[in-house]
């Protein structure tokens, strides 16, 4: 396969960027994006032209590592599907692919095509963890979880942290991974000390780093672990729920009813 590639090359932080293109003449369709630039940096290098720079690590589609956008689509064009698992084979013989970084305000480029995604741990770090006793491990069958609850909590935990969900969004909104990370933690057992505290520091992060949600859904196409909109719905959930518990009235607080001062009939 013939291929031309429009890639985005920026040499530091600061500097300004531009595309620049490259034609490769020995693709195969069954190779990767990643195994594409490869190709290609091969070929840089052994013309002593700097190669791109990209990230990568399992190339398995498990750390989320490797995100670039595709033809103005995070990851590319298969849906929910990591950049390294996006195989050109979705491409036409002759077709032009433009690669660029993730676009986002809370993602600002560091090279070529690696941005520092560093906002998305920032939120983690804000509220992402549980306490727990230090010493002997409990039996693992000492605290009982429904099999529904433990399930649903483990398909919310399988967001990879690849961050395509803030690139999709129009807004630049992390409340997907945000509401995904809540979620699993607020439906374990072992989430509950710490709850409504962690609602309100990683929602008011998240508020400081990313954008507003209005919900146009592109976050959830784009996921590579299909985390549901739900997560979403989750976070409010989750926000409401420790705003309420935080600000509401004890219950053994007495409430008297407001007097009345109208004429009572005889």
């Not at 031309?4 to 595309?19: C, E, M, S, V, Y």
Request: proline share 6%.
């Amino acid at each position: 396969m013939k291929l031309t590639l429009k890639i985005w090359r920026q040499p530091t932080a600061d500097a300004p960027g531009k595309f620049e293109t490259h034609h490769v003449t020995d693709a195969n369709p069954e190779m990767t994006i990643l195994e594409l630039l490869d190709r290609l940096n091969n070929t840089l290098v052994s013309r002593g032209v700097e190669p791109v720079a990209f990230e990568s690590d399992c190339r398995e589609g498990v750390c989320g590592t490797c995100g670039v956008t595709v033809n103005g689509r995070p990851h590319g064009p298969a849906p929910n599907t990591t950049t390294c698992q996006q195989h050109v084979r979705s491409f036409k013989d002759g077709a032009t692919i433009h690669l660029e970084p993730f676009r986002s305000a809370a993602y600002p480029v560091v090279k070529d095509l690696i941005v520092d995604r560093s906002a998305l741990d920032r939120v983690i770090e804000a509220g992402g963890f549980v306490s727990v006793d230090a010493g002997t491990a409990p039996d693992a069958d000492t605290v009982q979880i429904p099999h529904d609850v433990g399930e649903t909590a483990l398909n919310f935990a399988a967001c990879i942290g690849c961050g395509a969900c803030v690139a999709a969004c129009p807004n630049g909104s992390g409340n997907l991974y945000t509401g995904a990370k809540l979620a699993h933690l607020s439906l374990l057992p072992h989430g509950q000390q710490e709850r409504e505290r962690r609602a309100h520091s990683m929602g008011a992060q998240a508020d400081a780093e990313f954008g507003h949600c209005t919900l146009f859904g592109e976050c959830a196409r784009v996921c590579p672990a299909e985390i549901p909109i739900t997560a979403v719905a989750a976070l409010n959930h989750e926000r409401l729920r420790g705003w309420a518990k935080r600000y509401r009235m004890p219950d053994d607080t007495k409430r008297t009813k407001p007097a009345h001062h109208g004429h009572e009939a005889e």
